[in-house]
């Protein structure tokens, strides 16, 4: 795996119409958005948001980052890793 991730900003509105603000953090390898937006909504899911759009409207890249060893092993393990930044819970 590269040393550098890109940064995907996301901002999905919740079921209660509340935002949640978040980052996808994948290899700078996967270039397709299509993936990138995938992974979201497998993210999406486990906060009981399934089905609430994820879109290049919601979900855009910000930009390229070292990579973090305390992302390492999620993003090995599944690809990509969430930053939590607001509405989350």
Request: hydrophobic share 30%; with cysteine.
């Amino acid at each position: 795996m590269e040393n550098k991730v890109n940064v995907w900003d996301t901002y999905v509105t919740k079921k209660d119409g509340t935002i949640m603000h978040f980052d996808i953090l994948a290899s700078v390898e996967i270039t397709d958005t299509a993936t990138i937006y995938d992974y979201g909504k497998e993210y999406l899911k486990t906060k009981g948001q399934e089905g609430q759009p994820l879109t290049s409207r919601q979900c855009r890249f910000c930009h390229a980052e070292k990579l973090r060893p305390e992302w390492e092993a999620e993003i090995t393990d599944k690809s990509y890793f969430i930053i939590e930044m607001e509405g989350c819970d």
